[in-house]
């Protein structure tokens, strides 16, 4: 009987999938990988969340180990390097949480064009004469500049065209201008025309190392004074003190971020006490259906794996020729 490792508990009915395969369960007491690492010896398959780190030094201690699932689109918290040395696919979910996300994104941007936030705290403190300030503004004619023009990111920018009227620009080098996306956009020659020419921009790229802190100061510098950013990819991409420092003076309107490069964020994140941004805790794929489906998804991937058959979505497919 093949052994199923958890680092965290996932969904009831992927559970139950698993279980009605005839995998045998096992649910690891912390996600912590030192704990995972003690646990993984004699699975033959691992699924992990945001949560659990997979090193090469944990993916090696696993003699047994021929799948690793993610539940999620992102993969930067496995070594997936070590595991394609290993010839171990990584199975993931890219198409489980892309509605999820992008709803949030809107979310974002809608709360961040009304100035929900201040529009809040101002009727808490008796202040109904905010109302004349004239603070909010429409989407309609405004540009939204998308980093990254992947599933999530195309939702994204399909949504606000056909829903809200606005102009799409996007910077993605691995996307065809010429490509035909069923709506009006732009694709920018750099990253700099994004930050320069939209009223709003988001975020919509993975974490690797090339893209620490690639948004900074340099960047920031060049949005306009009225321009929001929202960042619901992976945290690390954004230099957050470059951004409350832009924010504390001014040099942008606005953010919102569901990511941190430290999560939690550190109690001395000097973007926790200010108030012209939204924050919320990695939560942006985390609806009821959203991690039904993750979890299903990479269970799925588990499963087929494990019964030889292939998988729809693996990560290193093209390193390990499966």
Same mark, same amino acid.
């Given at each position: 009987?093949?052994?199923?490792?958890?680092?965290?508990?996932?969904?009831?009915?992927? @559970?139950?999938?698993?279980?009605?395969?005839?995998?045998?369960?096992?649910?690891?007491?912390?996600?912590?990988?030192?704990?995972? /690492?003690?646990?993984?010896?004699?699975?033959?398959?691992?699924?992990?969340?945001?949560?659990?780190?997979?090193? /090469?030094?944990?993916?090696?201690?696993?003699?047994?180990?021929?799948?690793?699932?993610?539940?999620?689109?992102?993969?930067? &918290?496995?070594?997936?390097? =070590?595991?394609?040395?290993?010839?171990?696919? %990584?199975?993931?979910?890219?198409?489980?949480?892309?509605?999820?996300? =992008?709803?949030?994104?809107?979310?974002?941007?809608?709360? @961040?064009?009304?100035?929900?936030?201040?529009?809040?705290?101002?009727?808490? =403190?008796?202040?109904?004469?905010?109302?004349?300030?004239?603070?909010?503004?429409?989407?309609?004619?405004?540009?939204?500049?998308?980093?990254?023009?992947?599933?999530?990111?195309?939702?994204? =920018?399909?949504?606000?065209?056909?829903?809200?009227?606005?102009?799409?620009?996007?910077?993605?080098?691995?996307?065809?201008?010429?490509?035909?996306?069923?709506?009006?956009?732009?694709?920018?020659?750099?990253?700099?025309? %994004?930050?320069?020419?939209?009223?709003?921009?988001?975020?919509?790229?993975?974490?690797?190392?090339? &893209?620490?802190? @690639?948004?900074?100061?340099?960047?920031?510098?060049?949005?306009?004074?009225?321009?929001?950013?929202? &960042?619901?990819? /992976?945290?690390?991409?954004?230099?957050?003190?470059? @951004?409350?420092?832009?924010?504390?003076?001014?040099?942008?309107?606005?953010?919102?971020?569901? %990511?941190?490069?430290?999560?939690?964020?550190?109690?001395?994140?000097?973007?926790?006490?200010?108030?012209?941004?939204?924050?919320?805790?990695?939560?942006?794929?985390?609806?009821?259906?959203?991690?039904?489906?993750?979890?299903?998804?990479?269970?799925?991937?588990?499963?087929?794996?494990?019964?030889?058959?292939?998988?729809?979505?693996?990560?290193?497919?093209?390193?390990?020729?499966?």
């Amino acid at each position: 009987m093949s052994k199923v490792l958890l680092s965290q508990e996932i969904h009831k009915d992927a @559970l139950q999938f698993l279980k009605d395969k005839g995998f045998e369960i096992e649910i690891s007491p912390s996600p912590n990988e030192e704990i995972v /690492r003690q646990y993984i010896q004699n699975a033959d398959a691992i699924i992990v969340r945001t949560a659990t780190k997979l090193s /090469r030094d944990t993916i090696f201690s696993a003699d047994n180990l021929k799948v690793i699932a993610r539940t999620g689109a992102g993969v930067d &918290n496995i070594d997936v390097a =070590a595991a394609s040395e290993k010839i171990i696919p %990584v199975c993931y979910t890219p198409e489980a949480n892309t509605d999820s996300v =992008a709803e949030h994104t809107l979310a974002f941007i809608l709360a @961040l064009s009304k100035y929900l936030n201040k529009m809040d705290l101002a009727v808490r =403190a008796n202040n109904f004469a905010v109302r004349n300030s004239y603070l909010p503004v429409d989407l309609g004619g405004k540009t939204l500049g998308l980093v990254g023009f992947g599933k999530i990111g195309r939702k994204v =920018a399909e949504k606000c065209s056909n829903c809200f009227d606005m102009k799409i620009m996007f910077y993605d080098p691995y996307i065809s201008s010429n490509d035909d996306f069923g709506f009006s956009c732009v694709k920018a020659a750099s990253i700099e025309a %994004v930050f320069e020419n939209s009223d709003f921009i988001s975020i919509h790229m993975p974490y690797v190392k090339d &893209n620490h802190h @690639l948004i900074n100061k340099n960047l920031l510098d060049k949005m306009k004074n009225s321009a929001f950013i929202v &960042n619901t990819s /992976r945290g690390g991409i954004i230099d957050e003190n470059n @951004l409350a420092e832009a924010l504390s003076d001014g040099k942008i309107a606005g953010a919102a971020l569901d %990511v941190f490069e430290n999560e939690p964020p550190q109690a001395d994140n000097p973007l926790l006490k200010l108030e012209n941004i939204f924050l919320s805790p990695h939560s942006a794929a985390l609806t009821k259906e959203s991690a039904r489906r993750m979890a299903m998804h990479a269970a799925e991937g588990v499963a087929d794996i494990l019964e030889g058959k292939k998988p729809k979505w693996v990560f290193n497919r093209d390193k390990i020729n499966i």
